[in-house]
């Protein structure tokens, strides 16, 4: 998760995306949705808006900057602030979110 309304990623955080990147290598087969949200209490409507497409931003960046990814494989998504999506907790709605989808779609 993200720190709070921050969207710059950490050397803990930046571990997982290199796991996203090396994914994208050995799946030639696939592009990556990344899709951003922020916690629901922490701002208004508009702002988390804009922070959750700063997240998604932030990790197409890095695995396009850092890890050589072509920016063709990759869609960012956003959502804005959200309830809880995990365990109750808002710090995991800070986040940015990976999913594979095939070429085709």
Same mark, same amino acid.
């Given at each position: 998760?993200?720190?709070?309304?921050?969207?710059?990623?950490?050397?803990?955080?930046?571990?997982?995306?290199?796991e996203v990147a090396k994914y994208i290598e050995e799946h030639p087969d696939v592009n990556i949705v990344?899709?951003?949200?922020?916690?629901?209490?922490?701002?208004?409507?508009?702002?988390?808006?804009?922070?959750?497409?700063r997240r998604a931003e932030s990790v197409r960046d890095a695995l396009v900057k850092k890890f050589k990814?072509?920016? *063709? @494989?990759?869609? /960012?998504?956003?959502?804005?602030? &959200?309830?809880?999506?995990?365990?109750?907790?808002?710090?995991? *709605? @800070?986040?940015? /979110?990976?999913?594979?989808?095939? &070429?085709?779609?």
């Amino acid at each position: 998760s993200f720190i709070i309304d921050r969207s710059s990623i950490t050397d803990i955080q930046m571990k997982n995306v290199a796991e996203v990147a090396k994914y994208i290598e050995e799946h030639p087969d696939v592009n990556i949705v990344i899709t951003g949200y922020a916690d629901v209490k922490t701002a208004y409507p508009e702002y988390n808006m804009k922070l959750s497409k700063r997240r998604a931003e932030s990790v197409r960046d890095a695995l396009v900057k850092k890890f050589k990814v072509d920016p *063709s @494989r990759l869609r /960012i998504d956003y959502k804005g602030g &959200v309830d809880n999506m995990y365990y109750d907790d808002p710090r995991l *709605s @800070r986040a940015a /979110i990976t999913r594979a989808v095939s &070429v085709v779609e």
